[in-house]
Antibody, heavy 114, light 112 residues
Framework: QVQLTESGPGLVHPSETLSLTCTVS????????VYWVRQPSGKGLEWMGR???????SYNSALKSRLSISRDTSKNQVFLKMNSLQTDDTGTYYC????????WGQGVMVTVSS | DVVLTQTPPTLSATIGQSVSISCRSS???????????LHWLLQRPGQSPQLLIY???RLESGVPNRFSGSGSGTDFTLKISGVEAEDLGVYYC?????????FGAGTKLELK
C-alpha cells in the first residue's frame, strides 16, 4: 500500500540548515509527484514545493531562495533542504503524494531554537 | 498566487446536523485541460490531513457519502449531510490548478 514517511532532526538551531527525507513505498517517484507542505503549530497548511515525476522542481516563491528539493529514485526518497532557519520555521513538515494530495506522511515536528 | 477564502472560520454543529463550508477562489480554478483541481481535506486533531473530495465533487475511496462537494469556477462548497462525531476537525480546501498550490485558511468544525 501507499506510504510516505518523513524523517529528520526534531531540533534545529537558528541560522542552520534543515534536512528532511521523505521515504515512499507503494508507488514510483517517476510516476507521481511528491509535495512538501508545512504547518506552523496551531496554524494552517503552507505548500512549500514539489518534486515532479519527471524530476522537475518548483517552489513557493516566499521560500525559493532558501529551499531545495531533490530525490533519489533508487532509494524511493525525496529530500528537502532549507537554509537560514528562523524560529517561525518551527512546525510540522509533511510530504504528500501528487497534486491530488491523496496520501500524506505522518509529519515530522521541527523546532527551531537555540 | 491564488487566494482561497474559506467561510466560516469556525462552525458549531450538533450530531446529525447538516452543514456547509464555502471556499471562494481569487481566480477561476478551471484548468485549460477542462478539469478543476479543487480538493477538500480534513485534519482531525493530532493527525495528518486526509483527502475527502477531489476535483470538486469526486469522493475519495473510503470516505462516507455524507460528504459531498459542488461548485465551479471560483465558488465551491463542501457539505456534510448529518455530522458525526468523527467529522470534527479542521477542513481545508486546496487548489492545484494554478502554481503554486494554495490552501484555504481552514474551517474548524466543533460540537455545539
Amino acid at each position: 500500500q501507499v506510504q510516505l514517511t518523513e524523517s529528520g532532526p526534531g531540533l534545529v538551531h537558528p541560522s542552520e540548515t534543515l534536512s528532511l527525507t521523505c521515504t515512499v513505498s507503494g508507488f514510483s517517484l517517476t510516476g507521481y509527484s511528491v509535495y512538501w507542505v508545512r504547518q506552523p503549530s496551531g496554524k494552517g497548511l503552507e505548500w512549500m514545493g514539489r518534486m515532479r515525476y519527471n524530476g522537475d522542481t518548483s517552489y513557493n516563491s516566499a521560500l525559493k531562495s532558501r529551499l531545495s528539493i531533490s530525490r533519489d529514485t533508487s532509494k524511493n526518497q525525496v529530500f528537502l533542504k532549507m537554509n537560514s532557519l528562523q524560529t517561525d520555521d518551527t512546525g510540522t513538515y509533511y510530504c504528500t503524494r501528487g497534486g491530488g494530495v491523496d496520501y500524506w506522511g505522518q509529519g515530522v515536528m521541527v523546532t527551531v531554537s537555540s | 498566487d491564488v487566494v482561497l477564502t474559506q467561510t466560516p472560520p469556525t462552525l458549531s454543529a450538533t450530531i446529525g446536523q447538516s452543514v456547509s463550508i464555502s471556499c471562494r477562489s481569487s481566480q477561476s480554478l478551471l484548468h485549460s485541460n477542462g478539469n478543476t483541481y479543487l480538493h477538500w481535506l480534513l485534519q482531525r486533531p493530532g493527525q495528518s490531513p486526509q483527502l475527502l473530495i477531489y476535483s470538486v465533487s469526486r469522493l475519495e475511496s473510503g470516505v462516507p457519502n455524507r460528504f459531498s462537494g459542488s461548485g465551479s469556477g471560483t465558488d465551491f462548497t463542501l457539505k456534510i449531510s448529518g455530522v458525526e462525531a468523527e467529522d470534527l476537525g479542521v477542513y481545508y480546501c486546496v487548489q492545484g490548478t494554478h502554481a503554486p498550490n494554495t490552501f484555504g485558511a481552514g474551517t474548524k468544525l466543533e460540537l455545539k
